[in-house]
Every structure is written in C-alpha cells, then in structure tokens.
C-alpha cells in the first residue's frame, strides 16, 4: 500500500490566508499611522462619527458615510504606497515621480471632498429640522 504523504502547514504559518491577508492588512495600517497626512484623517473619521451622531442622521447617511470613507482611508493608503515606490526607484526629482505623486494627492483630494459634501449634506438638513 503507497504511503500518503501530507503538506501540513509550518508552525508559524498562518491558519488560513484570510489570516495572512489580516496581518499584512494590520501591517499597512501600522505604516499609514506613520504617515503624517493620514493622522488628520484619522481624527477627522472620529469626528464624523460624533457630527453624525449628534445630527442624529438616517441610517442611510450613516452608510453613505462609511462607504466614503473607508475608501479615503483605502486612497491614503495606495498614495502613501505610491510615494514609498517613487522614492525608492526615483530618488532624485523627475516629472514623471512628481506626476505619480500629484495624481495620488488628486486621488486623495477627491475623497476628502466627497466625505466634505456629505457632511454638508447632512448639516443642511440637520439645520433645517
């Protein structure tokens, strides 16, 4: 009878990939903490919660503002990625770095402005009530 031979996991490998994926998530997050556009961000999220809570919104405002945030946070991130590649292929200025770089902010920028006009949205009609 042929022996079975079984691929088990190392000890220190991860129990699943939804394990590994969770620790390099964990490991982004502990990087963009170090960036220093992302602090305000952060912060700002909070003070979201609080506006919103306070405004006592719809719970279809509450989403909206989860779904528009979260991808600012997602955005920092892939900006802050994109910075780290730049600098580390292209560390001397060139236009092409610039560009990735204004793109990136761009990106960024865009989502700071739609997180913008929500709240503004949900003010009106707090005001008006």
Known sequence: MPQRVFNLPSPSAPASPICAATGYSNGGLTRLAKEAAFRPEALAGVRLVVAYAVMEVTAAIRL????LYLPLIAME???TAIEEIIDHIS????DTGKHAKDLGSL???CLISANSILLHYALSLHLTV
């Open 64 to 67: 909206s503002a989860a779904v």
């Open 77 to 79: 991130a892939v900006n």
């Open 91 to 94: 560390p001397e200025m060139s």
């Open 107 to 109: 990106a960024v920028f």
